[in-house]
């Protein structure tokens, strides 16, 4: 190729365009020559009223210069000198650079274009970057470096994601990096000031700009109670690796002393898990050291075996009610520690659990420990090309307790039964035939107990039926569904007398449409109850034909028993009457936003109405939404009367109250309140709410949060989002809410 001749031009364009009659509404462009294209290589136009050059050298611009890029890029200044030797461009005066999420503007801009490298003068900047979703950033700077593509650094410079001219939070920085290649943020000698008044102090800050993982401290929190005295709390984050995380906590506790803490966090493709840890030396209130460890380990150790650990220590029974502030620990009795193995596969499941407990209570009141448990079970359907289905379960186990006064023993059953599954489209037919057999063997048998080793076997015959009537019906000019789904399904079940077995894991279930349409009226299998029975149930459905929607449910279920019954808990008294209470229940939505939905439990024997509840939803989308539930307990069943309301509402544009009660009316007291706002202008929020817990029937926990959100920098003091999410269903956070 030969070398290209030099080239000078000199022409007034603008000029000649005007002396011609030519409109000059917009500059005229000159395309960059082949000479230029790899030196400015991706930008590709050149507008100018005065453009000079040499072909190899360089090219210089004056007035209304403007430069594009194929992406979409423009750098606009009065005067470009570019050089095509040291791929270097130098504007004079106002410049102003603008590409998709950035906008520019300062004066004196140096730049090498190729690998976007130069530095600009008393820049005024707006920065989305290409995160999802933006988050765009804006400030000012005495001077910005650009450091490559997506990367920038700022001096003297000024930092927020608030709208300019209404920066209710500003980050002030002697130096600011900001990397959208690795989404992370730094400054130096950094200031937070919100409304004007300064809250945060750094020699050195690193911050998100996409809210995922990097490494450094976080938002400290801080706190007061009478119990602990001043708190604060710095926690450090370190994220190791895409899998691998740990975060150190030291907290202050002015009464107490320095409680150091930490959590160690991995995810692997075959195992995960998650430690924590803290130890208060030398608590100067209770004079002893305080600690807390929990281990948590899942593992799959190939695709039909996995297994699981977990082991929960506090130093003393006092550990969460001193030092936690979470109300829903303070409430915490038994503590797990279990190891467990699981196969699925080849038709069978099988497990191995070893499960112990630390109680923080009387040690008589902890649950059984298993030491250990053995299950099995299998399903085959379509047993021998027939309709019929083999199921089979069984276990053994050994329980122990750490009260010496608790009858301890092995117990082992095995359950396998057949079933015919017989099915149309109008209906279905299944009797199913079981055999129950059960081995117990007492450690420590007493004559006063009565407790001896026994072996059980008991048949258990089911026979569970249905029917799907529907047919078509009008009310008020609208066009319905209407369904009717009687139900009938028949337990019998022979009497053996079961007195001699302890109660390690049974106790009697509560009324319910799944409890009445089951074999055992007890959980576990220390009490089978004996049965000669059959539940009656039929559900209503009313379905808009026209939209498929469903309008109404109504459901009726009540047992009825043909023999008295014999099989009891210990101290547990027998039925009276030759049928269970009635249960109903409905739901219905009301409008698109509003839906209904209650239950009644009516007793046959008292003829009073044992138990009742109704409540609604109202939910007019993100960010709106109550919830009332009431509920009633005769008192011969329990005397419970409680009203809970839960809500998110905004109150006016960027204002949002939340709040729970749950009152209970026998005890005039409240068992759970939370009450708090929002408030979200956009670039920031804060959150305020106060949650009390009743913990018995005279003490209550009360835990204050009060949070200030900076958005794109930190959080400041602690999070009640899960309270919030927890206590109020349907709960939105205020940030993904769309005006």
Known sequence: MPPLRPLTLTVALASVFASNGWATDAPPVLQMSEALTPVARGYNEIRAERVDGTTG???????????????????????????????????????????????????????????????????????????????PVQGVAKKLYLEGPEKYRMEEVTYST???????????????????????????QARVEYMGMPILYSPWLRFSLDNARKSGFLAPTYGAS????????LPWYWNIAPNRDATLVPRYLGRRGLQLGGEFRYLEQD???KTWADYLPSDSVAKRDRYQFDIQHQQRFSSQLSG????????????????????????????????????????????????????????????????????????????????????????????????????????AYAYPSVSLP?????????????????????????PSDGYTDTTRSLPIFSLDSGVYLERDWQLGGRNFLHTLEPRAYYVRIPHTTQTQIPVF??????????????????????????ANQLTIGVTNRFINADKGIERLQLTLAQRFYFRDQTVTLPGGSTRATDASDVLATASAPINARLRLSGGLRYSSADHVLAQGNLGGVYDGGPGKRINADYRYTDPRYGALKSLDISFQWPIKPQWYAVGRANYAFVEKRLAEGLIGFEYNPGCWSLRGVIQQLATTT?????????????????????????????????YTKSDDITP
Do not use: M
């Open 57 to 135: 050298d360089f090219l210089q611009a004056e007035g209304a210069v403007s430069i594009r890029d194929d992406q979409g890029g423009q750098i606009k200044t009065p005067w470009l000198r570019y050089s095509e030797k040291d791929d270097l461009a130098t504007c004079r005066g106002p410049v102003q650079i603008t590409r998709p999420g950035e906008r520019i503007s300062g004066v004196d801009l140096t730049l090498r274009l190729t690998p976007r490298l130069g530095d600009l003068h008393s820049v005024h900047y707006w920065i989305a970057g290409h995160n999802k979703p933006p988050l």
């Open 162 to 188: 608030c709208a300019a001219g209404q920066q209710d939070w500003v980050l002030k920085a002697d130096e600011i990096h900001i990397d959208y290649t690795t989404s992370l943020g730094k400054a130096r």
């Open 226 to 233: 009478d119990s602990n005295g001043l708190e604060f709390t």
């Open 271 to 273: 195992y995960s898990g």
């Open 308 to 411: 699981s650990l977990r082991y929960h220590k506090v130093s003393d029974n006092a550990y969460f009610t001193d030092l936690s502030g979470l109300v829903n620990q303070t409430s915490q009795v038994n503590l797990p520690r279990e190891a467990s193995l699981a196969y699925q596969g080849n038709g069978w499941n099988a497990g191995l659990r070893v499960q112990t407990y630390q109680t923080l209570a009387d040690v008589a009141s902890a649950p059984y420990e298993q030491l250990p448990q053995i299950t099995a079970s299998t399903s085959q359907a379509d047993l021998y090309g027939s309709r019929a289905r083999l199921d089979v379960s069984g276990e053994i186990v050994h329980f122990d307790h750490p009260a010496s006064s608790k009858i301890t023993g092995t117990r």
């Open 422 to 446: 017989l099915q149309t489209t109008y209906g279905y037919l299944t009797p199913k035939l079981g055999l129950h057999v059960s081995r117990y063997q007492i450690d420590n048998p007493t």
């Open 505 to 530: 894991d049974s106790a009697l279930q509560d009324i319910s449409l799944p409890q009445l349409f089951s074999e055992n009226q007890f959980s576990g299998i220390d009490r089978i109850n004996d």
């Open 698 to 730: 005279t003490t209550a926990n009360t835990a204050f949060f009060l949070q200030l959100e900076l958005r794109g920098l930190t959080q400041l003091g602690p999070n009640p989002l899960d309270v919030l999410k927890r206590n109020i269903s349907g």
